[in-house]
């Protein structure tokens, strides 16, 4: 069964570096997301990503954070400067471009990134 | 605005004990998804339902079943005979039909089922 990966799968960082966190969507799918967890919280949206462009983004998604789908499989989240309540889990998704249908509307969330920021 | 609304922030239960999970949503659209994700304590997000605003058919797989409300904006989570391997943090979420873009999560309920 196809998966969203996303790697690594915990990475601890220090205040003020940049992270680079991976995601592989699903293959033939088109709209990609990011999402955050600070623990024992919601699942917040950051960003949504389609056509190799934002098509939407959270107030959580400033200008510290960027996305990128650089070779056509990968679909990164970058962190420029990374602070103490950066620290949380985050989930790539990745769900189909079909117009509305009745079975492929879920996203299909990778198995997360735990962030630890030191 | 859309809104996903999970009361319960915690519950426990013994093992074998049946168990309602609420949620309760707000939207302007008249279509909708709805979803419920199991987290287990692994971290991962696990896709368990979804349904459509136009079905209100309630929905029985295994020993899960669901039972949606638009009257109510409703979509409830019933577990019968609870295990162990149940525990978990269960999210309910709200997605637009005509927009492909972002999930609106509840604040999840945390199931605890001791044997």
């Known amino acids: 069964e196809p998966e969203v990966t996303q790697t690594p799968s915990h990475q601890v960082t220090q205040m003020g570096q940049e992270v680079i966190l991976r995601c592989v969507p699903i293959?033939?799918?088109?709209?990609f997301y990011w999402y955050r967890q600070i623990l024992g919280q919601k699942v917040e949206f950051l960003v949504s990503f389609y056509n190799n462009e934002i098509s939407e983004k959270s107030e959580i998604f400033d200008d510290q954070f960027s996305v990128e789908r650089p070779d056509g499989s990968n679909f990164t989240l970058k962190i420029r400067s990374t602070k103490l309540e950066d620290s949380a889990m985050y989930f790539c998704?990745?769900?189909?471009?079909?117009?509305?249908?009745?079975?492929?509307?879920?996203?299909?969330f990778g198995q997360g990134t735990r962030l630890t920021v030191v | 605005a859309q809104k996903v609304t999970q009361a319960q922030t915690e519950i426990s239960v013994v093992e074998k004990e049946d168990v309602t999970l609420d949620c309760v949503y707000e939207?302007?659209?008249?279509?909708?998804?709805l979803f419920w994700y199991k987290q287990p304590p692994s971290g991962e997000l696990v896709f368990l339902i979804r349904?459509?605003?136009?079905?209100?058919q309630n929905e029985i797989s295994g020993r899960y079943s669901w039972n949606f409300q638009k009257s109510t904006s409703s979509f409830n989570f019933t577990i019968t005979a609870s295990q162990v391997v149940d525990s978990a943090v269960y999210f309910c979420a709200l997605s637009e039909v005509y927009n492909f873009n972002k999930f609106y999560f509840g604040s999840g309920t945390k199931l605890n089922v001791k044997p």
């Open positions: 998704a990745s769900r189909t471009g079909q117009q509305v249908t009745k079975t492929n509307t879920e996203a299909f």
């Open positions: 293959s033939n799918h088109l709209y």
């Open positions: 939207t302007r659209d008249t279509t909708y998804y």
């Open positions: 349904r459509n605003s136009f079905d209100e």
